[in-house]
């Protein structure tokens, strides 16, 4: 029978809160719990995608959880709401500046509608050093997807395709060292095998 039961993979958790979520599992028998049961148990925490489970005989359950992965802020009233590409809110802020995330333009309101929806595909695809470095996300148009940096510079990505090769472009740009003469204010990927410096 489970008595004691081991987390991995939180971050955004604790891994006391996901423990005490399963606590139902103590005492069944190792061979009878299924992921679907602790995939149920784990529904309430909105942070957890999935789970698998690990039997630790004798009696040691291990539970390795991959967490939903902030990739904005959306205003809320005075809050801040960390959300992941989906639009799941993963908790909550009152300082901006204190996560380095972007700030998606339209407030809580925005979420799930497609504007929304364009924008947090772009920050999904983008690696975390990059996205850790932009100030702010809006959309135009679902074709029309514009990024700010904290530094001030503005990147058009236009629409969500190819979004994987933009993110590799842009990552290329932002690593080639600045010119004092002739300083980037924007980077242009729409075009990603003809991205534009100006």
């Known amino acids: 029978a489970v008595d ?3 987390v991995s993979g939180t971050r955004l958790l604790t891994p006391a809160q ?3 979520a399963l606590e139902p599992l103590r ?3 190792l061979p009878q719990i299924s992921d679907d049961e602790v995939a149920r148990l784990l529904e309430p925490l909105v942070q957890v995608k999935s789970a698998s489970t690990e039997a630790r005989p004798p009696s040691g359950l291990a539970v390795a959880v991959r967490e939903r992965v902030p990739v904005a802020l959306v205003k809320q ?3 801040y709401q960390l959300v992941d590409v989906e639009g799941v809110q993963l908790a909550a802020t009152a300082d901006p500046e204190s996560v380095s995330l972007p700030v998606i333009d339209g407030g809580a309101g925005a979420i799930g509608q497609d504007l929304f929806r364009a924008t947090a595909a772009v920050l999904g695809a983008l690696p975390a050093d ?3 470095r932009l100030s702010n996300a809006s959309a135009q148009s679902v074709d029309a ?3 700010k940096l904290v530094d001030g510079q503005t990147i058009i990505w236009g629409n969500a395709g190819e979004k994987e090769l933009k993110a590799k472009v842009l990552a290329a740009l932002l690593k080639v060292p600045a010119d004092p003469k002739n300083p980037v204010k924007v980077y242009d990927v729409s075009v990603p095998r003809h991205p534009v410096t100006r």
Request: aromatic share 0%.
């Open 4 to 6: 004691t039961i081991s």
């Open 18 to 20: 996901v423990e005490t």
């Open 27 to 29: 005492g069944k028998p």
């Open 77 to 79: 009233g005075e809050q």
């Open 130 to 132: 990059v996205l850790a």
């Open 145 to 147: 997807v514009e990024l």
